[in-house]
């Protein structure tokens, strides 16, 4: 049985051109798994499936090797997890050397096909990190720039003292409360609680 894989990272991205390379590659398949979620693992969903319908003597192919994943650990254990363990090959597309079709009883090419590997698997991760490490400078110079992440920061209400100060003489009921302060039952709560502490402790 022929298989292909495709990944992308995320579900706004398009798998168009890795199912175009499988289309015009000369292997006929007998099934296409997709995925859109990040390399950091193999925990997901299609390559799990494919995994379990994956026999000795099946083919793999993915179009470069970050598709199949972006861990350097991971990359090299589940490509021995595959062609060893299961006993299936692994030809990547955009670069031919790492078919293991052909390198089964060609130890000169099995080395070469190691090397490049684990080279490239290496690659793929570095390049994972440098994006980690682009995103983690970008919000760094956000925040330089006064840009703010996160949930806004609440302000409670002009009128919170009054209001709080009418509940708690029961001249308000809750819900008139919520009204005046235009605030969440959660919130009103902990800033009366904060506030009656305050009040009565002096």
């Not at 022929?2 to 590659?25: E, G, H, I, T």
């Not at 003597?57 to 595959?82: A, M, P, Q, T």
């Not at 190691?114 to 110079?141: H, K, M, P, W, Y």
């Not at 209001?163 to 708690?168: H, I, K, N, Q």
């Amino acid at each position: 049985m022929n298989y292909a894989y495709a990944r992308v990272s995320s579900k706004d991205q398009n798998l168009s051109r890795q199912l175009n390379a499988f289309k015009n590659c000369s292997i006929i398949f007998d099934k296409i798994y997709c995925d859109k979620k990040s390399g950091a693992d193999f925990e997901r969903v299609c390559y799990k499936q494919m995994i379990k319908k994956l026999r000795y003597g099946d083919l793999l192919v993915v179009v470069s090797i970050d598709r199949l994943g972006r861990n350097y650990d991971c990359i090299l254990k589940e490509w021995k997890r595959i062609t060893k363990s299961i006993g299936a090959d692994i030809y990547v597309l955009d670069m031919p050397l790492l078919d293991t079709r052909c390198h089964e009883k060609n130890l000169v090419g099995k080395l070469i096909a190691d090397i490049v590997l684990q080279l490239l698997s290496f690659v793929a991760e570095n390049e994972r990190e440098n994006i980690r490490t682009r995103q983690a400078e970008g919000i760094e110079a956000a925040k330089l720039r006064g840009v703010k992440f996160g949930r806004p920061r609440f302000t409670c209400p002009d009128n919170f003292t009054e209001v709080a100060d009418a509940y708690l003489k029961h001249s308000i009921n809750l819900k008139d409360a919520f009204q005046k302060t235009a605030m969440k039952r959660s919130t009103f709560y902990n800033y009366l609680q904060k506030y009656a502490d305050k009040k009565y402790a002096n």
